[in-house]
């Protein structure tokens, strides 16, 4: 239905031959951006209504008082994958993380996954890329966060913290105020959350449009097999070469999404197409200049060096089993 209404507005409203470069370019453009925003706007609504009946302090708390065996990484890794923040701005809550005394390697475990999964990009993953890649992306981006928290835990880094952060540590006491539970019905909620899913499609608005308009001009102008010549699979260098060149790129899921559906469409392994997806959305210098405000810049080396041996090493299986 989507498609008839943007070949509609494209070719019978606006007159544009569906054969040359620009209409297919418009019309993509306005089929992603419609099929998009409608797939953020529910999922949105669904994440919305699981935080309202968990918040974050009750997690929080959750994780200081108890002893899981490693399910703590799971359980920061799911919490990461169900907010909708980018690198950027999951560093206040990682922050507060930190200063709450949740162990470095758990908040790794979220800090990793909050970005890669969230609702934006699952929305705009099934729209673009199906329902099979989007799970095999949103298990994989979950398990790399569980996985890289656990030895970024295991390897003792509490020294490279920045002083700041100890000194804060050193003069808080842990909060295990009880919890009591919300009677607001349902039926009050859901205009609350409603909103807020709204307030969500307005803050990633302009990524959409933009990344799109990059996606439409690449689908429309970029010849096939103009990308394959230098990313195919043949290439062994083509992951890491694509994931060395998205770190110092910052995006959101928002805004890359749509260019990797253009990527694979052009002839790019879905596998190196992912691996650079992830190296954008999940590792980026403005997101090293907030983590100096708690680490050291050798905390942040490991960091980023760990996640990107990692991101490498998925491309790499994506493209042997994709």
Not at 31 to 52: P, R
Not at 62 to 78: C, E
Not at 232 to 237: A, L
Request: hydrophobic share 55%.
């Amino acid at each position: 239905m989507i498609q008839r209404f943007a070949d509609w507005l494209v070719y019978d409203i606006f007159g544009l031959d569906a054969s040359t470069a620009l209409g297919e370019a418009i019309n993509f453009f306005f089929y992603d951006t419609i099929k998009i925003l409608i797939l953020l706007f529910f999922i949105s609504v669904i994440m919305g209504i699981i935080n309202a009946y968990f918040p974050i302090e009750r997690l929080r708390n959750y994780l200081t008082s108890r002893k899981l065996y490693g399910l703590q990484y799971f359980f920061a890794a799911l919490f990461g994958a169900i907010t909708p923040f980018c690198s950027c701005s999951s560093i206040p809550l990682f922050i507060g993380f930190v200063k709450g005394g949740i162990p470095l390697g758990v908040t790794f475990a979220y800090l990793i996954t909050s970005p890669l999964v969230n609702e934006v990009a699952v929305a705009m993953f099934i729209g673009t890329l199906g329902l099979r890649i989007t799970s095999i992306y949103v298990i994989s981006g979950i398990l790399l966060g569980m996985v890289g928290g656990f030895i970024l835990g295991k390897m003792k880094l509490e020294p490279y913290l920045s002083d700041w952060v100890k000194q804060i540590q050193q003069n808080s006491t842990s909060d295990s105020g009880t919890w009591e539970k919300e009677h607001t019905p349902f039926f009050r909620r859901l205009p609350i959350i409603m909103q807020e899913a709204w307030g969500i499609v307005k803050g990633v608005l302009l990524y959409i449009l933009i990344g799109i308009g990059i996606g439409a001009f690449m689908h429309g102008y970029v010849p096939e097999g103009f990308f394959e010549q230098y990313m195919s699979k043949d290439n062994w260098f083509a992951v890491p070469l694509s994931v060395v060149l998205a770190v110092p790129m910052y995006a959101n899921a928002a805004g890359i999404v749509p260019v990797i559906e253009v990527f694979v469409a052009k002839g790019i392994p879905i596998g190196t197409a992912l691996a650079f997806m992830m190296a954008v959305v999940g590792l980026s210098l403005p997101e090293a200049t907030l983590l100096k405000k708690v680490m050291t810049w050798r905390l942040i080396g490991i960091f980023f060096g760990l996640i990107t041996l990692f991101i490498i090493m998925l491309g790499y299986l994506y493209n042997m089993v994709l």
